[in-house]
């Protein structure tokens, strides 16, 4: 039974990401995500395809098939059956040649044309990821999304407000944003366990809590700062720029959804 406490569930959700993107893998139901960013993600090359490979099912957004193409091919990838093409391309094609849309229809994906203005084409393919996996009877409980986070500013924000959005469908499925050398999800209200690798605790790797959507009263262990029933807000505090006391998990616990960010360069 999950008791409450001050209207947070005593149940604890782990977060294990670094350990599942490098190696883990292999063990788990998820799926890979590639949005129209660059892919700079600076792991060795074959464990980023590898990622692909396993993926129970893979998609590309609008213009990051070309991004996801490009990067294939910057690392001496064939796009024939050595690779598997994208299960699923979503979007509103705006940024898509169509020939390269005709390449991978081609090779067996299915094109999906959403183009509703009112939402990105981001929290479209969730949408749609969520459709195809009850339509086929496909178990995922991850996501990987490949989303570098430089660049334009409002599409930052939009894909953090697309975190908040995929609760509303997605319910407790886990949805990581990776970028170059940063991996941010969102911690629902309640509590959470973060595993932090030796090599992110021994560099002191900067981490932070955001409360992007609304005020949250955080309590945390396992940082250097920690908090205790301290409230984040804008305007107030926002506890950016955090590292690790040396412990190799942290816990937090939130009264309503707060952004996790952490780098990770020292693991790759």
């Given at each position: 039974?999950?008791?409450?406490?001050?209207?947070?569930?005593?149940?604890?959700?782990?977060?294990?990401?670094?350990?599942?993107?490098?190696?883990?893998?292999?063990?788990k139901?998820?799926?890979?995500?590639?949005l129209?960013c660059?892919?700079?993600?600076?792991?060795?090359?074959?464990?980023?395809?590898?990622?692909?490979?396993?993926?129970?099912?893979?998609?590309?957004?609008?213009?990051?098939?070309?991004?996801?193409?490009?990067?294939?091919?910057?690392?001496?990838?064939?796009?024939?059956?050595?690779?598997?093409?994208?299960?699923?391309?979503?979007?509103?094609?705006?940024?898509?040649?169509?020939?390269?849309?005709?390449?991978?229809?081609?090779?067996?994906?299915?094109?999906?044309?959403?183009?509703?203005?009112?939402?990105?084409?981001?929290?479209?393919?969730?949408?749609?990821?969520?459709?195809?996996?009850?339509?086929?009877?496909?178990?995922?409980?991850?996501?990987?999304?490949?989303?570098?986070?430089?660049?334009?500013?409002?599409?930052?924000?939009?894909?953090?407000?697309?975190?908040?959005?995929?609760?509303?469908?997605?319910?407790?499925?886990?949805?990581?944003?990776?970028?170059?050398?940063?991996?941010?999800?969102?911690?629902?209200?309640?509590?959470?366990?973060i595993?932090?690798?030796?090599?992110?605790?021994?560099?002191?790797?900067?981490?932070?809590l955001?409360?992007?959507?609304?005020?949250?009263?955080?309590?945390?262990?396992?940082?250097?700062?920690?908090?205790?029933?301290?409230?984040?807000?804008?305007?107030?505090?926002?506890?950016?720029?955090?590292?690790?006391?040396g412990?190799?998990?942290?816990?937090?616990?939130?009264?309503?959804?707060?952004?996790?960010?952490?780098?990770?360069?020292?693991?790759?």
């Amino acid at each position: 039974m999950i008791l409450k406490m001050n209207n947070i569930d005593c149940h604890e959700s782990l977060w294990t990401p670094c350990e599942d993107i490098l190696r883990n893998f292999y063990e788990k139901n998820y799926a890979v995500v590639v949005l129209n960013c660059r892919i700079d993600l600076n792991v060795d090359h074959r464990k980023l395809l590898n990622l692909w490979t396993k993926a129970k099912l893979r998609i590309t957004v609008d213009g990051g098939t070309r991004r996801w193409l490009k990067w294939l091919e910057a690392h001496e990838y064939e796009t024939n059956n050595t690779v598997k093409p994208p299960d699923l391309i979503t979007g509103d094609m705006d940024s898509l040649p169509p020939h390269l849309l005709s390449f991978f229809e081609e090779k067996g994906s299915k094109v999906i044309r959403t183009p509703d203005q009112n939402q990105t084409d981001f929290t479209k393919a969730l949408r749609e990821l969520k459709t195809h996996c009850e339509q086929n009877l496909i178990e995922v409980d991850t996501v990987f999304v490949l989303a570098d986070t430089s660049g334009r500013f409002d599409q930052i924000i939009a894909n953090i407000n697309t975190l908040y959005k995929a609760s509303e469908f997605l319910g407790d499925k886990k949805i990581y944003q990776i970028a170059s050398n940063s991996i941010s999800w969102l911690l629902q209200a309640g509590n959470h366990r973060i595993s932090i690798p030796e090599n992110l605790r021994r560099d002191k790797e900067w981490c932070a809590l955001i409360p992007m959507g609304a005020p949250c009263i955080v309590t945390t262990t396992g940082l250097k700062w920690n908090l205790d029933k301290s409230t984040l807000n804008f305007g107030g505090m926002v506890s950016t720029s955090n590292t690790y006391s040396g412990e190799p998990y942290v816990t937090v616990s939130t009264d309503r959804p707060l952004l996790w960010s952490m780098g990770i360069e020292a693991i790759l």
